[in-house]
């Protein structure tokens, strides 16, 4: 199940920049939106308060941060891609979201955080695709206002699987891994998260949280061929896999869905950590 929404440069992305995989980046977020939320009310992100979304995407955290600081908040979003920030912006403001801003940049390990600083600043599944992850970390929390929170979720891509699976989901598995190894992500960035922030000099996390997901194959599917379509212009870059190869896993992937339609599946793990910063 790729990953997001991410402030990343495009030599650095694994995912599409369609309007299909936009789509598919807003389902995501939406299956995660409990999950996420149960993170805002953790910190008790409160009315009032300045929040930034790095790696903003399709906006869907944005508005889960927008309900709870109310209008006399301010939510700033950032994001590489140009065309997604004009739309999330514009989503968000018919939505009646006027307090948000997206911002389309990069979010770099060489220049500040713009905006800052924030009562909240969050990025989810943005480290999965920083090569400079740690770097980057470092900017995210001098953009914290004191006694605001840093707040990260990430996965941890290699827990995704289906019960007994047959070689068409170890095979999309494998070129998914492949496919964004080659260009520099980190698959279980999730389970680096209370390392990355000792790494980068922000200490031992105050909390923890591990969500998790469990569907049918039959329905899970869509999400892990969607996220496979969405790689296979870079796994066929880097000789992941070809398109014969490709179609031939994409008809067995048919037929294993109607016949194991019910097996459990898990999808990637979502770990999330937070930091306080004194004030």
């Avoid at 409990?34 to 992100?45: E, P």
């Avoid at 000789?239 to 016949?259: F, K, V, Y």
């Avoid at 990637?268 to 950590?273: E, N, Q, S």
């Amino acid at each position: 199940m790729g990953t997001t929404e991410a402030g990343t440069r495009p030599d650095t992305y694994a995912l599409g920049r369609t309007p299909q995989e936009y789509e598919r980046l807003r389902a995501q977020a939406r299956m995660w939106e409990v999950a996420t939320g149960r993170l805002l009310d953790q910190i008790g992100l409160a009315p009032g308060a300045t929040c930034l979304d790095a790696g903003c995407g399709p906006g869907e955290t944005m508005r889960l941060m927008a309900h709870r600081v109310g209008p006399a908040g301010r939510v700033t979003g950032i994001d590489a891609d140009a065309s997604l920030a004009a739309m999330t912006q514009a989503m968000l403001h018919d939505a009646g979201h006027v307090q948000c801003t997206v911002l389309a940049q990069e979010i770099s390990p060489a220049e500040p955080v713009p905006g800052g600083p924030y009562d909240l600043v969050y990025a989810r599944l943005l480290l999965f695709h920083l090569p400079e992850r740690v770097a980057v970390l470092r900017r995210l929390w001098e953009a914290v206002a004191p006694g605001g929170h840093l707040v990260v979720q990430d996965y941890d891509l290699t827990s995704a699987n289906v019960l007994s699976a047959p070689d068409s989901v170890l095979e999309l598995v494998r070129v998914l891994h492949g496919a964004f190894g080659a260009v520099g992500c980190d698959v279980q960035a999730g389970l680096r998260l209370p390392q990355l922030l000792a790494d980068a000099g922000i200490g031992v996390a105050d909390g923890t949280d591990v969500a998790g997901r469990v569907e049918p194959f039959g329905v899970g599917r869509v999400m892990l061929e969607q996220t496979y379509r969405s790689v296979l212009p870079a796994a066929f870059a880097h000789g992941i896999t070809t398109p014969a190869q490709s179609d031939a896993m994409l008809a067995d992937l048919d037929r294993d869905a109607i016949r194991l339609a019910d097996a459990p599946m898990l999808w990637p793990l979502l770990i999330g950590a937070w930091k306080r910063r004194q004030e």
